[in-house]
């Protein structure tokens, strides 16, 4: 939505679609969350865990920023999953989807 993110988005030609490089999220009080749900048509997500713990201050705040280098690789190798350029714990129905796609996620 129009004004309360920084985020830059790229075209992937490999996944066909957006490719987000940052994230830049201002979502960084109550009243900025409720304000880019109240624009986005989205007011039902502060029912939600994540969204109930930002409005009763049980977590602390934060605010996104920098460019993400695994999305970068991934967008400079032409890869169509950061799983590719990153190695981390994946679950094991993500890595089957994967391997049929002919997607090589690193372990």
Not at 17 to 34: A, D, N
Not at 97 to 107: D, G
């Given at each position: ?45 502060l ?49 089957d ?11």
């Open positions: 939505m129009h004004g309360l993110n920084g985020d830059i988005l790229v075209w992937n030609p490999v996944t066909k679609r957006r490719h987000e490089m940052t994230s830049m999220g201002i979502r960084v009080t109550k009243e900025t969350l409720k304000k880019q749900l109240e624009m986005s048509g989205q007011l039902d997500f029912k939600l865990p994540y969204h109930q713990a930002i409005m009763n201050d049980d977590i602390p705040l934060s605010i996104g920023g920098g460019i993400g280098q695994t999305r970068t690789h991934m967008y400079l190798l032409k890869k169509a999953h950061l799983g590719e350029v990153s190695v981390t714990v994946w679950p094991k129905i993500l890595k989807i994967c391997k049929k796609r002919n997607i090589h996620v690193l372990e």
